[in-house]
T-cell receptor
Framework: QKEVEQNSGPLSVPEGAIASLNCTYS??????FFWYRQYSGKSPELIMSIYSNGDKEDGRFTAQLNKASQYVSLLIRDSQPSDSATYLCAVNRYSSASKIIFGSGTRLSIRP | SAVISQKPSRDICQRGTSLTIQCQVD?????MFWYRQQPGQSLTLIAT?????????ESGFVIDKFPISRPNLTFSTLTVSNMSPEDSSIYLCSARVAPTGELFFGEGSRLTVL
């Protein structure tokens, strides 16, 4: 079982719609969770971090965390073509608290 | 946040040679890490760069192949030794900042080994 699992996609969403990206993790003790966006040829860029159960909103982005289900999601409202990128879910290992492990990423495509 | 500078940004290397990547952070950070991203793949953690002591390597990575230094809080180097074409990849320096523990990345170093 992978430590962090994501659907690789591609996920195609019409412009203006909500894009929903999902992630599950295996380490039940993990406490910190992150979403990164990576454009082709660029390094990952942090867009959201979440540490507590529930929702956290930042502009058009909402991160959702459910530790009991070991599930993290990212919602992107009013999707724009510029949101087309690979989205990486990352989780802080509980067993080695300093290390952050990444999922394989979901490729998102926003169609005009 | 943290601004992380890496160099070189890209290089083409011959098989059997070694290359050292440098990483400089603009502020004091708690932890520094090196990741690898192979073409079309996600990020794989190579090692934690420990200040003033030997790096802590992940399974599948060894010091002889990927020696790492971190002489102070804001600077680290990764050497890719005795390179083969399988080492062609993007190598990313990263740092965690206090108090959030968020992880930030440098621009990456794209290595091509012929």
């Amino acid at each position: 079982q992978k430590e962090v699992e994501q659907n690789s996609g591609p996920l195609s969403v019409p412009e203006g719609a909500i894009a929903s990206l999902n992630c599950t993790y295996s380490d039940r003790g993990s406490q910190s969770f992150f979403w990164y966006r990576q454009y082709s040829g660029k390094s990952p860029e942090l867009i959201m971090s979440i540490y507590s159960n529930g929702d956290k909103e930042d502009g058009r982005f909402t991160a959702q965390l459910n530790k009991a289900s070991q599930y993290v999601s990212l919602l992107i409202r009013d999707s724009q073509p510029s949101d087309s990128a690979t989205y990486l879910c990352a989780v802080n290992r509980y067993s080695s608290a300093s290390k952050i492990i990444f999922g394989s990423g979901t490729r998102l495509s926003i169609r005009p | 946040s943290a601004v992380i500078s890496q160099k070189p940004s890209r290089d083409i290397c011959q098989r059997g040679t070694s290359l050292t990547i440098q990483c400089q952070v603009d502020s004091q950070v708690t932890m520094m890490f090196w990741y690898r991203q192979q073409p079309g793949q996600s990020l794989t953690l190579i090692a934690t760069a420990n200040q003033g002591s030997e790096a802590t390597y992940e399974s599948g990575f060894v010091i002889d192949k990927f020696p790492i230094s971190r002489p102070n809080l804001t600077f680290s180097t990764l050497t890719v030794s005795n390179m083969s074409p399988e080492d062609s990849s993007i190598y990313l320096c990263s740092a965690r900042v206090a108090p959030t523990g968020e992880l930030f990345f440098g621009e990456g170093s794209r290595l091509t080994v012929l």
